[in-house]
C-alpha cells in the first residue's frame, strides 16, 4: 500500500472499547424515599415541640406550627398566590385551647378580636407579655393549634416591635407569644395550666 503520509481515522470513538456497546455507567444515584403524609405530619409535629423548647427557636417553631395548622401547605405558596389575613398558629396546651374558645364564646366575644385588641395594647405599651412557660417535662398533656387569622398591618407592626421587646425583656418576643399571653391573660390561665398540672376552668368568670 502506498504511504500518503495521511494519518487513518478510528474506526470509533475515544473511549470506546473496541467490543462496541454502551459506555460503561457510573454509580446509581439512589431513589429518594416518598414519605406518607401522616409521616410527615408527625415528624413536623416532633420538630416544631422540640423547637419550642428553645426560646432561640421560637420562630422557627411558630413557621412549622403554621404548616401544620389546616391548610398551613398555602403558606408555601408563592407570595403573590397568598390571600387573606396571615394565620397565626399558636401551640398550646388543648385544655386551654378549648378554655379560650368557651370562654370567648360566653362572653360574646371573637378570638381575633381579642388578640387584635392585645396587639394594640402592646404596641401602646400598655401590655408587657409574660415569658411562656413551658409543659412539665415527660408529661403527656395533649397539644394543638389556636388559629387565629389577625390584621396583616398588625401583624406587621408587632413584628417589628419584637426585637426591641425581645432585648428589653430577656426571651424571644414573637407576635404568637405576644398574642397567647394576652389570651391568657384576658381569660385567667395560670402558670400550672401551661405546666399541665391543672386543667383551666371552662366555665366563664
Given at each position: ?130 415569658k411562656?412557660v ?20 398588625l ?7 419584637c ?43
Open positions: 500500500m502506498e504511504d500518503t503520509g495521511l494519518a487513518i481515522a478510528p474506526t470509533h470513538p475515544p473511549n470506546r472499547s473496541n467490543h462496541g456497546g454502551s459506555p460503561p455507567k457510573g454509580p446509581r444515584m439512589p431513589r429518594s424515599r416518598r414519605l406518607a403524609p401522616d409521616v410527615v405530619r408527625a415528624r413536623l409535629t416532633v420538630l416544631a415541640d422540640r423547637l419550642h423548647k428553645r426560646d432561640e427557636d421560637a420562630d422557627f417553631a411558630e413557621a412549622v406550627d403554621a404548616i401544620l395548622a389546616p391548610r398551613g401547605w398555602e403558606l408555601l405558596k408563592p407570595a403573590a398566590q397568598s390571600t387573606g389575613e396571615p394565620n397565626l398558629a399558636l401551640w398550646m396546651n388543648k385544655s386551654i385551647k378549648e378554655a379560650i374558645y368557651a370562654k370567648a364564646q360566653a362572653a360574646g366575644e371573637n378570638v381575633r378580636d381579642v388578640v387584635e385588641e392585645g396587639f394594640r395594647k402592646f404596641l401602646a405599651g400598655e401590655f408587657t407579655p409574660e411562656p413551658r409543659t412539665v417535662r415527660g408529661s403527656q398533656v395533649e397539644k394543638d393549634n389556636l388559629n387565629v387569622r389577625a390584621s396583616a398591618a401583624c406587621g407592626q408587632v413584628t417589628k416591635r426585637p426591641a421587646a425581645t432585648k428589653e425583656l430577656g426571651w424571644e418576643v414573637t407576635p404568637g407569644r405576644v398574642a397567647m399571653s394576652w389570651l391568657y391573660a384576658e381569660y385567667g390561665i395560670s402558670d400550672d395550666d401551661q405546666r399541665g398540672v391543672t386543667v383551666p376552668d371552662i366555665d366563664a368568670d
